[in-house]
């Protein structure tokens, strides 16, 4: 009976003790009540004051391209991405080029006319989700991750009325907010491995799984919402536009496999004027083609050549007057430390031992190759100078291996060819030359090595107008090379007449060019409309023709000149 009536007034205690303490948790959010909604209702007031405040709009967000066919200088690109994006199956695409090229506006833009495409599985209501892999925050904890998404687990501080309860709350990232749209993710070359890694596999399953030690799949407290989103994942099907400045070999291979890969070029100086110009009459300031050049020769990009332009307008508004002047413009640059880049040489008379290279930099930038060669008193060898690249090569347990860069190897395969074809070199040192500071890290100068050899040996001067491409094998003969596209169109900007390339590059599509282009492979072809050959037997005479030994040194010709005309 004793123990009936311990338990009786026990459970008088917990109820009495429970009553107290609810009742004073009610009277406290009661009274709290008032100061939260003042101090939201003041917050909400500072907040709609400060954005009634805005500053003019600037000069790059006026300028930015509205439709697609006002991107300058992309249109190759544009036309990949459309044909990517805009149809039934858009597939992931990662974006190559410089910074300023319009990558984003291009990703931006060319969601909306996906959506118009006929058979698109973009919605009206389809998202852009823009981010930037440098600025993603992200915690291997996985207490906080904006780009995949995370639990908020009950132990972590404003956990809310659910965490109270002991529920791990689900919280969507930037992959399932663009459902059903576009991922936008800048940068994504400076991506953290890990998060690199959680990336792909919502790329490959589409939806995004989460866990969470602290989540019960019988806990009835769990909303149901909850259960659907531990059970099934979150949805992410969305189509992934990355964009990058970095060169792709420095990306990972497995995002690489899944993505379609399009390059954006640097724009040349006549395309970086046309936007400055642009930039100008929004202004109402209007300034002379010449002077939008000279904005075009000191620009990076489109964005430097906008700045250029808007600080010339600023120091015109600040003096009263209305128009922007070349002396303007050349303050700002002065002032903002840049230089003009290099003018393009004009062909030259054909020289001994000069042939026009082609060669790709950066992100798939093409550019003229100059190819010097001289043929000097010594011992037989061939070296080659200028900024030839060499390469590290990862040996493992922490070893790293150096070797010659692929310039100097096809210098070798130079001396094959030449020594193949009956060309001795003892007496005579063989020097091939890549002036300009112009970097060379490949294979691809092989056959304009060889050309120039060949007509510093045998002084002949080379076809100015003629630019060359390839690989040279230690037969003689010319094998495929890449960037050759970009390497034509430095060609027709540099007023050549004529490209040589491999036959295997060879595509109907460059028969369409503005300069004419020659699948070659060989290299007595190549010789022979280097030199202006009727024929391969020809250029083969004239190489026969060349002295067997030192006899043209011993001769009187002590150092043949570099470049001696014809």
């Not at 291997?140 to 309860?165: K, M, T």
């Not at 100086?269 to 202004?283: C, D, V």
């Not at 790709?360 to 060669?373: E, H, S, Y």
Request: neutral net charge; contains cysteine.
């Amino acid at each position: 009976m004793l123990i009936y009536f311990v338990m009786l007034i026990q459970a008088a205690v917990t109820v009495i003790m429970g009553v107290y303490f609810s009742r004073q948790l009610r009277a406290q959010q009661e009274s709290s009540a008032p100061v939260r909604g003042a101090h939201a209702r003041g917050e909400q007031e500072r907040l709609d004051r400060m954005r009634r405040i805005a500053l003019s709009e600037p000069l790059s967000e006026r300028v930015r391209p509205t439709r697609l066919e006002e991107i300058v200088g992309q249109e190759e690109g544009v036309r990949a991405l459309r044909a990517i994006l805009c149809g039934s199956h858009p597939q992931h695409v990662i974006l190559y080029g410089p910074p300023g090229v319009g990558k984003t506006c291009a990703a931006r833009l060319m969601l909306e006319e996906a959506k118009r495409s006929p058979g698109t599985p973009f919605r009206p209501d389809a998202p852009f989700v823009e981010v930037d892999a440098t600025c993603v925050r992200f915690d291997e904890r996985s207490i906080a991750d904006p780009l995949i998404g995370s639990v908020h687990d009950p132990i972590y501080q404003g956990a809310g009325p659910l965490g109270i309860s002991g529920i791990p709350q689900p919280k969507e990232g930037a992959v399932t907010r663009a459902h059903g749209g576009v991922l936008f993710l800048d940068e994504i070359g400076e991506m953290q491995p890990i998060q690199m890694n959680k990336l792909l596999k919502v790329l490959e399953d589409r939806k995004v799984r989460l866990e969470s030690a602290y989540y019960d799949p019988d806990d009835r407290k769990v909303p149901s919402y909850i259960h659907d989103i531990f059970k099934n994942g979150l949805p992410a099907d969305f189509r992934l536009v990355a964009a990058t400045t970095r060169p792709p070999e420095e990306l990972p291979s497995a995002l690489r496999s899944r993505c379609m890969e399009v390059f954006f070029r640097a724009l040349e100086p006549e395309e970086l004027a046309r936007i400055a110009s642009g930039a100008a009459e929004r202004l109402g300031m209007p300034v002379a083609w010449e002077d939008a050049l000279l904005v075009g020769k000191c620009s990076g990009g489109g964005r430097d050549a906008v700045n250029i332009v808007q600080m010339a307008a600023g120091a015109v508004q600040n003096e009263g007057r209305s128009a922007i002047t070349r002396a303007d413009l050349e303050w700002v640059i002065e002032t903002s430390g840049l230089s003009p880049t290099a003018e393009r040489e004009e062909p030259v008379e054909p020289l001994c031992g000069r042939v026009n290279g082609l060669a790709v930099f950066g992100t798939q930038q093409g550019t003229l190759l100059r190819v010097d060669a001289a043929a000097i008193p010594g011992k037989g060898s061939v070296f080659v100078t200028g900024v030839v690249a060499e390469e590290e090569i990862g040996a493992g347990q922490g070893r790293t291996i150096r070797r010659a860069g692929s310039a100097k190897d096809a210098a070798r395969s130079v001396e094959s060819v030449l020594r193949g074809m009956g060309i001795r070199l003892e007496g005579t040192d063989l020097h091939i030359d890549f002036p300009g500071g112009v970097p060379v890290d490949g294979p691809s100068a092989g056959i304009a090595m060889c050309a120039a050899a060949y007509s510093a040996l045998r002084r002949v001067p080379v076809d100015s107008r003629l630019a060359m491409t390839g690989e040279l094998g230690v037969n003689g003969d010319v094998l495929p090379v890449g960037g050759v596209a970009r390497k034509i169109d430095a060609a027709e900007r540099a007023g050549m007449r004529r490209v040589l390339i491999p036959g295997a590059n060879w595509r109907e599509v460059y028969a369409k060019r503005k300069v004419q282009v020659i699948p070659v492979d060989s290299i007595q072809e190549v010789l022979s409309i280097a030199f202006e050959a009727r024929s391969a037997q020809a250029a083969k005479r004239l190489l026969a023709e060349l002295p067997t030994d030192s006899e043209a040194v011993a001769e009187g010709l002590e150092t043949p000149p570099l470049a001696q005309k014809l």
